[in-house]
Nanobody, 123 residues
Framework: VQLQASGGGLVQAGGSLRLSCAAS????????MGWFRQAPGKEREFVAA????????SYADSVKGRFTISRDRAKSAVYLQMGSLKPEDTAVYYC?????????????????WGQGTQVTVSS
């Protein structure tokens, strides 16, 4: 399974971006999917996750109320709508496909990872 993330870029604080991630095969349609991020010098951290049918979502406390995860199973795609962006949101964002169907916040639950897309928020 190959994952292709897109939509990153440079945005001013308070702005919005929408990240997209498409899987190359339909093997993700019954699996949870998620977004993680890694800032320079920091560990990779959980951002948001969604269950196989979109019925359950999970967010890191730092992005609750600002980010929204969604998915299109027919397209094997997952999206991350990011709003009210802050400089501390600057990171490389990765999408991933979980082994199971749940919306998991643990990186250990994921077995396929995209290549990452850079998000830079200027102050």
């Amino acid at each position: 399974v190959q994952l292709q993330a897109s939509g990153g870029g440079l945005v001013q604080a308070g702005g919005s971006l929408r990240l997209s991630c498409a899987a190359s095969r339909r093997t993700s349609s019954n699996n949870g999917m998620g977004w993680f991020r890694q800032a320079p010098g920091k560990e990779r951290e959980f951002v948001a996750a969604i269950s196989w049918n979109g019925g359950s979502t999970s967010y890191a406390d730092s992005v609750k109320g600002r980010f929204t995860i969604s998915r299109d199973r027919a397209k094997s795609a997952v999206y991350l709508q990011m709003g009210s962006l802050k400089p501390e949101d600057t990171a490389v964002y990765y999408c991933a496909v979980a082994r199971g169907s749940a919306a998991s916040s643990s990186a250990e639950s994921y077995h396929y990872w995209g290549q990452g897309t850079q998000v830079t928020v200027s102050s």
